[in-house]
């Protein structure tokens, strides 16, 4: 059974940084992306960022480009988003998320690619 477990949210200041972590358990990683997807109230889940696990490769939402970036340990299994320079619409549900079809070079921004899901971490920055 696949779990990820998402930690790290919390309330910060604009102007501030995050670093969230999502550790999985049950997957193989032989072809895995992992991404992070966040929601705000009222609005529909949209793309921050994604690895793929085997390469590296990395993908960011044109909105966080600059301020966040995305890395995994692979022998902690544990993959994080570290935010600077924080917002208040980065206000949001943080969800990670697992794609287990990713060839080397993946690392997509479309959230039907994940078939695995955290229950979230909240980020709330205040201005």
């Known amino acids: 059974q696949v779990q990820l477990a998402e930690s790290g949210g919390g309330l910060v200041q604009a102007g501030g940084s995050l670093r969230l972590s999502c550790t999985a358990s049950g997957l193989t990683f032989s072809r895995t992306a992992m991404g992070w997807f966040r929601q705000a109230p009222g609005k529909e889940r949209e793309f921050v960022a994604a690895?793929?696990?085997?390469?590296?490769?990395?993908n960011f939402a044109d909105m966080v480009k600059g301020r966040v970036t995305i890395s995994r340990d692979t022998a902690k299994k544990t993959v994080y988003l570290e935010m600077n320079s924080l917002k208040p619409e980065d206000t949001a549900v943080y969800y990670c998320?697992?794609?287990?079809?990713?060839?080397?070079?993946?690392?997509?921004?479309?959230?039907?690619?994940?078939?695995?899901w955290g229950q979230g971490t909240q980020v709330t920055v205040s201005s």
């Open positions: 998320a697992a794609d287990p079809s990713a060839f080397s070079g993946i690392a997509s921004p479309t959230a039907g690619r994940y078939r695995y």
């Open positions: 690895i793929n696990w085997n390469s590296g490769v990395t």
